[in-house]
C-alpha cells in the first residue's frame, strides 16, 4: 500500500507541480549566471527575491494591477543589484561578505516594511495575482500539455527567459564580452571593454531576474507577501548554477531538479505518508547540499569573485 502511494506521487500534478516550483527559481538563476559570468558572486540573491516579492505586492496594491506590481518588484531588484554592484565592483568589497549581508538586510528590511505598511494583521494583505492561461493547442497535448502550456504568463516568461540569455551569452558581442570580463578582466580592458559598465550591467539584470523571481512567488503563486517567503530558493539557484555549469539551459535543467525536490515534500505531507514534517521540509536543502558536493565543477569564470582595479596609466 505505502509503494502504490509513493509511484501515485509522480503523477501529472507532481510534474506540473515541479515546472510551478522551478520557474521562480531559474529566473533568479539565469540572473546569476550572467552575473557570475561577469566575475561576480552575488551570494545576496536571496535578498534580491525578497524585494522582489514585497514590492511586487506594494505595486499590485498600490495600482490593482499584477503586471504594474511585477514591474514594480522588478525595479527594486535592479536598484538593489545596482546598490550590491556599487559595492562591490567599485569599492571592491568582499564579494561573499557582502552577499550575506545583503541576505540579512532583506529578511529584516521587508518584514519591516510590511509592518509600518499594513500593520499586524491576523491575515496578510491580499492583491490581484495572474491567472493561469492555458495556450492554444499546446494545452491540449495529452499529458504534456497540461505539464508545460497551462500556467500563468510569468512561467512562459521564464522559458523565454532561458532561450534569449542563452543566444545572448553565446550568439552576440554583449554576450562575448560579459563572458570575457569573467575569465581575464584585464586582457578585455587592453582591447577596450568597459570592465565596470559591463560589470553593473549585469548587476542590473541580475537583481531584477531575481527580482522577477520573487515576484512570481507573491503574485503567480500566492495573493500575498509573507515573511521569509523566499524560503531558499537564492541558494538552490546559486546551486542550480554549478549544476548547470554556467549554462542557461542546463542550469535551468538543474532547477526542474529542485523544483521536483519542494513538489516531492508538498505532495508527500497531502498524501500523509508517515514521514516526520521536519524531514520533508529539510528534503531540497539536504538535496542542494548533495548537489554541491558531487557536482563540483571547475567551470566557473576565472576571475569570479575575484575585485577588478584599472591598471594605473601614465600621463
Given at each position: 500500500?505505502?509503494?502504490?502511494?509513493?509511484?501515485?506521487?509522480?503523477?501529472?500534478?507532481?510534474?506540473?507541480?515541479?515546472?510551478?516550483?522551478?520557474?521562480?527559481?531559474?529566473?533568479?538563476?539565469?540572473?546569476?549566471?550572467?552575473?557570475?559570468?561577469?566575475?561576480?558572486l552575488n551570494l545576496g540573491i536571496e535578498?534580491?527575491?525578497?524585494?522582489?516579492?514585497?514590492?511586487?505586492?506594494?505595486?499590485?496594491?498600490?495600482?490593482?494591477?499584477?503586471?504594474?506590481?511585477?514591474?514594480?518588484?522588478?525595479?527594486?531588484?535592479?536598484?538593489?543589484?545596482?546598490?550590491?554592484?556599487?559595492?562591490?565592483?567599485?569599492?571592491?568589497?568582499?564579494?561573499?561578505?557582502?552577499?550575506?549581508?545583503?541576505?540579512?538586510?532583506?529578511?529584516?528590511?521587508?518584514?519591516?516594511?510590511?509592518?509600518?505598511?499594513?500593520?499586524?494583521?491576523?491575515?496578510?494583505?491580499?492583491?490581484?495575482?495572474?491567472?493561469?492561461?492555458?495556450?492554444?493547442?499546446?494545452?491540449?497535448?495529452?499529458?504534456?500539455?497540461?505539464?508545460?502550456?497551462?500556467?500563468?504568463?510569468?512561467?512562459?516568461?521564464?522559458?523565454?527567459?532561458?532561450?534569449?540569455?542563452?543566444?545572448?551569452?553565446?550568439?552576440?558581442?554583449?554576450?562575448?564580452?560579459?563572458?570575457?570580463?569573467?575569465?581575464?578582466?584585464?586582457?578585455?580592458?587592453?582591447?577596450?571593454?568597459?570592465?565596470?559598465?559591463?560589470?553593473?550591467?549585469?548587476?542590473?539584470?541580475?537583481?531584477?531576474?531575481?527580482?522577477?523571481?520573487?515576484?512570481?512567488?507573491?503574485?503567480?503563486?500566492?495573493?500575498?507577501?509573507?515573511?521569509?517567503?523566499?524560503?531558499?530558493?537564492?541558494?538552490?539557484?546559486?546551486?542550480?548554477?554549478?549544476?548547470?555549469?554556467?549554462?542557461?539551459?542546463?542550469?535551468?535543467?538543474?532547477?526542474?531538479?529542485?523544483?521536483?525536490?519542494?513538489?516531492?515534500?508538498?505532495?508527500?505531507?497531502?498524501?500523509?505518508?508517515?514521514?516526520?514534517?521536519?524531514?520533508?521540509?529539510?528534503?531540497?536543502?539536504?538535496?542542494?547540499?548533495?548537489?554541491?558536493?558531487?557536482?563540483?565543477?571547475?567551470?566557473?569564470?576565472?576571475?569570479?569573485?575575484?575585485?577588478?582595479?584599472?591598471?594605473?596609466?601614465?600621463?
Amino acid at each position: 500500500m505505502e509503494l502504490e502511494a509513493i509511484l501515485s506521487l509522480f503523477s501529472q500534478e507532481f510534474f506540473y507541480s515541479t515546472i510551478r516550483m522551478a520557474t521562480p527559481i531559474v529566473m533568479a538563476a539565469i540572473g546569476e549566471v550572467i552575473m557570475e559570468r561577469a566575475g561576480i558572486l552575488n551570494l545576496g540573491i536571496e535578498s534580491m527575491m525578497m524585494f522582489g516579492a514585497f514590492f511586487g505586492v506594494v505595486g499590485a496594491a498600490t495600482f490593482g494591477n499584477a503586471w504594474m506590481g511585477m514591474l514594480t518588484g522588478v525595479v527594486a531588484g535592479a536598484l538593489a543589484g545596482a546598490l550590491f554592484g556599487f559595492i562591490v565592483i567599485t569599492l571592491r568589497a568582499n564579494q561573499s561578505v557582502t552577499g550575506t549581508a545583503f541576505n540579512i538586510i532583506g529578511y529584516g528590511l521587508t518584514t519591516f516594511l510590511a509592518r509600518v505598511l499594513w500593520g499586524i494583521r491576523s491575515e496578510p494583505l491580499k492583491v490581484s495575482q495572474f491567472q493561469d492561461i492555458p495556450l492554444p493547442f499546446l494545452s491540449d497535448i495529452p499529458f504534456l500539455g497540461y505539464v508545460l502550456f497551462d500556467h500563468d504568463p510569468t512561467v512562459y516568461i521564464a522559458y523565454i527567459v532561458v532561450i534569449v540569455s542563452t543566444i545572448f551569452l553565446f550568439r552576440t558581442i554583449w554576450g562575448l564580452r560579459i563572458r570575457a570580463i569573467g575569465e581575464h578582466p584585464r586582457a578585455a580592458e587592453t582591447i577596450g571593454i568597459n570592465v565596470f559598465r559591463y560589470r553593473y550591467v549585469a548587476a542590473l539584470i541580475a537583481g531584477g531576474l531575481a527580482a522577477f523571481g520573487g515576484a512570481m512567488l507573491s503574485l503567480a503563486q500566492l495573493d500575498m507577501f509573507v515573511d521569509r517567503m523566499s524560503g531558499g530558493r537564492g541558494f538552490f539557484a546559486l546551486a542550480a548554477v554549478i549544476l548547470g555549469r554556467w549554462h542557461p539551459v542546463g542550469v535551468a535543467l538543474g532547477c526542474l531538479l529542485f523544483g521536483a525536490g519542494n513538489a516531492i515534500q508538498m505532495r508527500v505531507q497531502a498524501f500523509g505518508l508517515k514521514i516526520a514534517p521536519d524531514l520533508l521540509i529539510a528534503f531540497p536543502f539536504v538535496l542542494t547540499l548533495l548537489v554541491v558536493i558531487v557536482f563540483r565543477s571547475t567551470a566557473n569564470p576565472k576571475a569570479l569573485a575575484k575585485p577588478y582595479e584599472k591598471e594605473a596609466t601614465l600621463e
